[in-house]
């Protein structure tokens, strides 16, 4: 399976240990790990999204579409065993923002 970054996908989390954070055995997931990585690694970097209203909406945590949040606070590394199903791409302005984040927390 080819992994790309930035694609979206559904992640099987049944067997991880409780978490107060992810209450939940699917989620889905934006690949953050360079494509490098992800065509010789055995696990990829993740940011979850969330269907939640009533998340709030903050530097790290933003829609990316009408019904979902991307939550760059909850960057992750995770098998791509756990990878289910592919949903699609984020958008060009979408990535260009998880970009900018990254930079500001990682970087700058």
């Known amino acids: 399976m ?12 049944s067997d991880v240990i409780d978490d107060d954070e992810l209450n939940e055995d699917i989620i889905e997931g934006v690949i953050l790990s360079p494509n490098v990585m992800n065509e010789h ?6 940011a979850p999204l969330s269907n939640c209203n009533s998340c709030d909406s903050t530097p790290t945590t933003f829609k990316i579409d009408k019904n979902r949040k991307i939550r760059i606070d909850q960057i992750s590394s995770l098998s791509k065993k756990r990878l289910i199903k ?11 923002k998880i970009k900018n984040i990254l930079n500001e927390m990682l970087v700058k």
């Open 86 to 96: 592919y949903i699609g791409k984020l958008p060009e302005l979408q990535i260009n």
């Open 41 to 46: 690694l055995k696990s990829v970097i993740i």
């Open 2 to 13: 080819k992994i790309n970054q930035y694609d979206i996908y559904e992640i099987d989390l």
